[in-house]
């Protein structure tokens, strides 16, 4: 069975930076996009950065657009990163990883977003990491 693990998450500075982690164990597919998304209280999860299988494709949401940056580890097979720089206080939130089995997964990146940021397209979660941001 497959798991997604993140870690990383702590308490941050007003304009700090950070990376969280996601480590699959267990069985994966082949194809896939992989999903960072965020919770803050009080508010729905939103996505926030995605990567392909093929991790020749990445999109964000315009929040974190330029601050964000999320990546496959080269040396660690089925893992992926989230750097998260310039952190404000709105990035406070629980971040959870994210994995859909996708046929075809260029075909999420480029046009509408609206597959790659519907939380209900995931059938695979992370229990999530806490990230607060403190001024």
């Known amino acids: 069975q497959m798991q997604l693990v993140e870690s990383g998450g702590c308490a941050s500075q007003l304009g700090g930076c950070l990376r969280l982690?996601?480590?699959?164990?267990?069985?994966?597919?082949?194809?896939?996009?992989r999903g960072w998304f965020r919770q803050a209280p009080g508010k729905e999860r939103e996505g926030v950065a995605f990567i392909s299988s093929s991790h020749d494709y990445t999109d964000y949401a315009d929040s974190v657009k330029g601050r964000f940056t999320v990546s496959a580890d080269n040396a660690k097979k089925n893992t992926v990163h989230l750097d998260l720089t310039l952190l404000t206080t709105e990035d406070t939130a629980v971040y959870y990883c994210?994995?859909?089995?996708?046929?075809?997964?260029?075909?999420?990146?480029?046009?509408?977003?609206?597959?790659?940021?519907?939380?209900?397209?995931?059938?695979?979660w992370g229990q999530g990491t806490q990230v607060t941001v403190s001024s």
């Open positions: 982690s996601c480590a699959v164990s267990g069985a994966t597919f082949y194809s896939y996009v």
């Open positions: 994210a994995q859909a089995h996708v046929v075809y997964p260029p075909g999420w990146f480029g046009g509408p977003k609206g597959r790659l940021f519907n939380e209900h397209e995931y059938e695979v």
